[in-house]
């Protein structure tokens, strides 16, 4: 079918022209004559040709023709000559491009096909597609999210956190990314000061930048940000206690509540955004599990752990803040995808996350093992924090190394990695600290990977 409209649009075959005969095409392309008949059948519908009855089949009058100026004129292609930069009111850096695929890949957040839960979710999407699925998804709901997703977010996902929440304190995201954007707009406005962790997440960084805030750099431990002066000096901050980006750090509860006190004197609002929680072995409640004073918003990714392309994530805040934040997502797009969300709603809804938790963190439990040996066999010297459940490790090196240096030796060993000087705010032009992650890379290769590694940080070191 694709091969007849692709020959029609380049107008080798004029319109009027009869077709072949569904026995001529089946007999020509060795193929069925029941795929013929589909193929004809479909291009009917789509217009591209017309069946007569008694006489064949036609392509139709002009059905692919692009649109035509009078006198023969076409459209006229538009010059790149124009200064567009001067035009702007930000100028953005461009995303780092994805390196090539390597075959030891230690980088964070990329998608592994052998733990995301096929069937599963293959089942879901199906069932999303059910007539009564549909009617309830595919209306017009305004900016409203889809009630069954909050409600099993609530029941399913926040409880593991130790967070109670109401469905009008919840707002569904696309990703955690979107959270954080439509956080930061909402209380990083002109004559606040907003504190961020340093090294802490770029893409906090990032959307601090863009704010009329004043950002703050906030010291840190290996509990994680303390709390001090810093805080209080701060309208608002982010903070990812859960388990620290990227230093693994999960702050410690005495640590937590002291944080929330100092908050409470200083009356600073706490943006906890989540990373990779869900498969700690010994989880504490979240800070706004124990906050008492409303001042907590939390952020969360489902698509994190289960799939970057997911792009589902929520904001759990005060009703006060929910209703603007969805106000200020309206702008933007009214929600996310409904049949998405009516998808990974039936994905909890049948007992699905729980199970696919399960086996990500007997399997990732492995790659941890591996890699905890492959280090202090391969790296004995190097400093390496880890936290079980997480998959990421943070290697502290003896000495800053130039990220170009260290990314030519990795590409010249087939390895992809993350150089830090990403997550630093002060620092420019070398690292002292690599990430190391075994989200992607199986078990069988991680030790020839530390291997290669190995050889990598002592041609630069």
């Known amino acids: 079918m694709q091969a007849i409209i692709d020959t029609i649009r380049e107008h080798e075959v004029p319109p009027g022209t009869r077709l072949p005969s569904t026995r001529s095409l089946s007999r020509r392309l060795g193929i069925s004559r029941n795929t013929a008949i589909a193929a004809i059948e479909a291009m009917a519908e789509q217009g591209v040709v017309e069946i007569r009855n008694r006489s064949g089949c036609y392509v139709a009058s002009n059905p692919l023709a692009p649109a035509r100026l009078p006198n023969g004129r076409t459209p006229a292609m538009p010059s790149p000559a124009r200064d567009w930069l001067r035009r702007f009111s930000v100028v953005l850096p461009e995303a780092s491009p994805r390196p090539p695929t390597a075959e ?16 599963p979710w293959r089942a879901c999407e199906r069932r999303a597609l059910a007539v009564t699925e549909i009617e309830a998804w595919a209306r017009d709901t305004g900016d409203a999210d889809d009630p069954m997703l909050v409600d099993y977010l609530i029941s399913t996902v926040l409880a593991r956190q130790g967070i109670r929440a109401r469905p009008e304190e919840v707002i569904v995201t696309l990703g955690g990314q979107q959270g954080r954007f439509l956080v930061a707009q909402l209380l990083a406005g002109q004559g606040t000061t907003t504190g961020f962790e340093n090294p802490g997440m770029l893409e906090t960084r990032q959307v601090l930048e863009l704010m009329p805030t004043r950002a703050l750099s906030l010291p840190m431990d290996d509990d994680g940000v303390i709390a001090g002066p810093e805080v209080e000096a701060c309208d608002t901050i982010f903070l990812t206690p859960g388990h620290q980006c990227p ?3 999960v702050m410690p509860l005495d640590r937590r509540e002291a944080l929330l ?5 200083a009356d600073t609002i706490v943006v906890e955004d989540t990373f990779e929680v869900e498969l700690l ?6 800070l706004h ?5 409303g001042r907590v918003i939390h952020i969360g990714s489902m698509s994190k752990l289960i799939a970057p392309g997911l792009r589902m994530g929520y904001v759990v805040a005060p009703a006060e803040v929910t209703r603007q934040l969805r106000a200020l997502r309206r702008l933007m797009h009214r929600h996310p995808p409904g049949n998405n969300q009516r998808a990974l709603a039936l994905f909890l ?9 399960r086996r990500a963190y007997r399997v990732l439990g492995e790659r941890n093992d591996r890699m905890c040996a492959a280090l202090a066999r391969h790296l004995p010297e190097m400093q390496v924090r880890h936290r079980r459940g997480a998959s990421t490790f943070w290697m ?3 000495s800053p190394v130039p990220d170009q240096a260290l990314a030519a030796r990795a590409a010249s060993e087939n390895l992809s990695v993350r150089p830090s000087v990403h997550f630093f705010d002060a620092q420019k032009g070398g690292i002292g600290h690599l990430q190391l992650s075994v989200s992607n890379l199986p078990a069988e290769r991680i030790e020839e990977g530390v291997k290669r590694l190995s050889r990598v940080l002592r041609g630069v070191l």
């Open 104 to 119: 030891f890949d230690f980088t964070y957040g990329q998608f592994d096909p052998t733990l995301f839960p096929t069937n």
């Open 281 to 286: 072995p010994d989880p504490l409640p979240a």
């Open 349 to 357: 809804a049948h007992g699905h996350y729980g199970a696919f938790l």
């Open 261 to 265: 006190d100092c908050a409470t004197r």
């Open 247 to 249: 230093t693994t750090a």
């Open 289 to 293: 599990g124990l906050d008492r004073t």
């Open 396 to 398: 502290t090196l003896p």
